[in-house]
């Protein structure tokens, strides 16, 4: 069986995979919840589904190369934003089939992805999930905030232009006052706090989101940054992930950040 990847790379596939090493969170729940047994291996950091007893093999960045090849998976699911491209071709070198997703740019463009992957790759129907996702996230609410959207800090990280997250919280009505904050677009750029302070300043931002990962926002830690801005914390799952997670998201996001109104 032939396929292409997202960046469209051809995968010569045996048979449909059933021992599948996961090195992408959100790809580990998504196969998992849709057909559970699938799952091999994954990272240390693919924590949803929560009851998921597979092979650890590292982290995202550095996974143990060796451990996945001892598994002898019939396919390996990688991100060309998370996982590193030298162990994507050493995988393929051993002759390990690595199905690598894009780093999506809005939600619509993740769930073509996933829809992909499941029914070409795996050769699954289209799950209810899924269906779910593509109907409640098709609408985009009237704008009625902008908002600095920091991931991490010291230093400090925000949401730049084309991301994954930006455009969950564009379709909840919140535009990313950063899409356009560093001259060489950068996805996640590396402002000053200074000038985001100036943002809420001068009315570019009236807003402050903090997701709770990659760094671990909280109410003692992030919004005293951003005195007498309004803020709200979000899970950094429902923000960040794609997969079946989108579902809860809506409402959940949604509920969240009205808070912030």
Known sequence: MIVRDDRGE?????????????????????????QPGLLI?????????????????????????????????DLVLANVEENRADDVRRLRAAGVPVWVTEAPATVPDALRSLRRLLTEAFGLPVPD??????????PVRPAWARAVVPVWRRPWVVLGRD???????????VLNACDALDADQQRYPRP?????????????ADLVVLPDEPYAFTDDDGPEAFPGAPYVLVSGRHLTWWGPSLVDAHRQLAAALGAGR
């Open 163 to 173: 991301t994954f997250g930006g455009d969950v919280l564009r379709r909840l009505g």
């Open 41 to 73: 291996g994954a990272t240390d950091y693919c924590v949803e589904p929560s009851t998921l007893e597979v092979r650890r093999i590292g982290g995202s960045k550095y996974p143990r190369v060796d451990d996945i090849l001892a598994l002898r998976p």
């Open 129 to 138: 999930w899924l269906a779910t996702a593509e109907r409640i996230w098709r």
């Open 192 to 204: 000053p706090l200074d000038e985001l302070l100036a943002m809420l300043g001068n009315g570019r």
């Open 10 to 34: 051809q995968l010569s596939i045996e048979r449909r995979p059933r021992a599948v090493v996961s090195l992408v969170p959100s790809l580990t729940e998504t196969i998992e919840t849709t």
